[in-house]
């Protein structure tokens, strides 16, 4: 019998396996280093008002440059911080640190994405009024990112959260929309303040009438119930007029700028601020 289970897990074994787990371990234990270790970095990506063609706010990314590998996409590293139970101290580190830097930048609105491990803590909501009072920043000025994987798994919990969250004066914004299972319905059962249009939905839109049908629906959806729509993912002007067109207020992508330093976006605020004084002297004149 003994012998039996012995060959039945000789079977079983595989060293790809073995060498995945090592890998993944190291990486966990590395992203825990990082995060004791006050290694990562916030990047900040323009939000750009479709009319005013003006930054009004920006998305605070995660960066993580592992030692000895170079950067890590949050795409690999956050997961892996959702299922080791780093994904607290992760999210408290972005959302104090957006916050904290996010005061030097009064005319800005400031993004922070929200993973369903933070959501799901029924503390997180107690932890968001603990930074915005020590941050001291205005409530209103920050949104809270979060993607709808989560909701559909536990809607009535998630909105709870959205409720008490929205309480404390942020906004909350559907992430990634149209990437997934996403249905209008959602919307309006959430009382979301605003959406965040998937880049796939964006990507063809000056090549694909399908496609530019897609979005124009689902702006208008989302207006006739109120709900501004901004566009991720927009690498053309081609793309910025079309979804601007359509009706979304606020554009992110590429074709704006990639996601940069906060002195880089100290700087740009600078630049602009100087160009608003020199067109008023201008006027004067
Ligand atoms: P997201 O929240 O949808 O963020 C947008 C992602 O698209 C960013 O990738 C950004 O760099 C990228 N992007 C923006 N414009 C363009 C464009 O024009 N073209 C292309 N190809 N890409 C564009 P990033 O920084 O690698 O982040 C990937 C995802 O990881 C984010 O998607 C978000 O879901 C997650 N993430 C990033 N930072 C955090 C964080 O601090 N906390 C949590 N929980 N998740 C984060
Ligand atoms: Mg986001
Ligand atoms: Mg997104
Ligand atoms: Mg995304």
Redesign the pocket.
């Known amino acids: 019998k003994a012998k039996e289970a012995g060959r039945a897990r000789m079977t079983l074994y595989d060293p790809a396996m073995d060498a995945d787990r090592e890998e993944r371990n190291a990486l966990e234990l590395d992203l825990r280093q990082a995060i004791e270790g006050g290694d990562l970095t ?2 900040y ?1 323009p939000l750009i008002g479709a009319d005013s063609n003006e930054m009004v706010g920006v ?4 960066r993580w440059n592992r030692p000895g590998h170079g950067p890590v ?3 690999v590293f ?1 997961p892996v911080a959702e299922t080791s139970g780093l ?1 607290e101290a ?2 408290l580190f ?1 959302l104090r640190k957006a916050c904290e830097t996010a005061k030097q930048w009064p005319e800005l609105k400031i993004a ?4 369903p491990g ?1 959501f799901r803590n029924p503390a997180f909501t107690d932890y968001v009024r603990y930074v915005l009072r020590q941050t001291e920043i205005e409530a209103k000025r920050v949104t809270l ?1 979060v ?1 709808e994987g989560y909701m559909i798994q536990n809607p009535k919990r998630t909105r709870q959260s959205i409720e008490q969250l929205k309480t404390l004066g942020v906004k909350i914004a559907l ?2 929309f149209g990437s997934g299972f996403s249905s209008i319905g959602y919307l309006r059962q959430f009382g979301f303040d605003r959406i ?1 249009i ?2 796939s939905l964006i990507m063809d839109i000056e090549h694909s009438e399908s496609q530019r049908e897609m979005l124009k629906a689902t702006v208008a959806l989302a207006s006739s119930l109120d709900i501004p729509v901004t566009a ?4 053309t002007p081609e793309q910025a007029d079309i979804a601007s067109q359509f009706g979304c207020d606020t554009l ?4 704006f700028s ?2 940069v330093s906060a002195d880089d976006i100290t700087e740009r605020l600078m630049e602009a601020r100087a160009r608003k004084a020199g067109g008023r002297r201008v006027n004067a004149a």
Do not use: M
Request: charged fraction near 30%.
């Open positions: 916030l990047a990506q998305e605070a990314l995660v996409s949050p795409d956050i994904i992760l999210g972005v922070v994405n929200v993973s933070q990112e993607t992430d990634d965040k998937d880049r991720e993912g927009i690498e992110q992508g590429f074709f990639k996601p």
